[in-house]
């Protein structure tokens, strides 16, 4: 599968903004009540739609279903200027009823087809495995069995380093207003 720029930048977004919704500070699962609370605020998504739309996406996480998922792979492919109408998508996607009717509100606006189709290929990847990903984990997987490690030089200095910069990112999250997640 052949993933263009544009969703290549979006979807570790999109992946990090369900992560954010998915438990509180405490840990516990919340996400299908933060999804329900944030599918009420549609007028205030709607102003996100160009800026951040894959904050905006979530929404209908769980909300399409992929019957020619070749079309998918097709799409993904595409950069936005490429894409073709949201009429056009109904063989490769389909809207669960609650989606349909949340769609409509979307589809009013001047870019809710793009916005559509964007939601749409950003949830068909979350999905399907993240291709890097799987190359990686089938890598240290062989090197494993080899007995070796992948870079066998990873020291504790720079084990130390990741959980400094992971650490800071926390902070600055916190500050922002976020949970901190542990």
């Not at 979807?11 to 998915?22: I, T």
């Not at 549609?42 to 739309?53: G, K, R, T, Y």
């Not at 109408?85 to 769609?103: G, Y």
């Amino acid at each position: 599968m052949s993933i263009s720029p544009f969703f290549h930048e979006l979807r570790s977004a999109y992946q990090a903004e369900l992560d954010d919704l998915a438990s509180d500070s405490e840990g516990k699962d919340v996400l299908r009540q933060r999804l329900a609370a944030k599918r009420k605020e549609v007028d205030f998504l709607l102003q996100m739609v160009e800026l951040c739309p894959e904050m905006v996406a979530v929404v209908f996480h769980q909300g399409f279903r992929f019957p020619q998922p070749v079309l998918m792979d097709q799409l993904l492919s595409l950069e936005v200027d490429e894409f073709p109408e949201w009429d056009t998508l109904s063989n490769a996607v389909q809207l669960t009823p609650w989606a349909q009717e949340l769609a409509q509100v979307f589809l009013k606006e001047p870019s809710g087809g793009r916005f559509l189709t964007v939601a749409a290929g950003l949830e068909y990847m979350h999905g399907k495995a993240d291709p890097s990903q799987a190359a990686q984990a089938a890598d240290e997987d062989t090197e494993e069995e080899d007995g070796e490690d992948r870079d066998g030089d990873f020291s504790q200095e720079d084990s130390d380093d990741a959980r400094a910069r992971e650490e800071a990112g926390a902070d600055w999250m916190v500050e922002q207003g976020f949970d901190r997640k542990d």
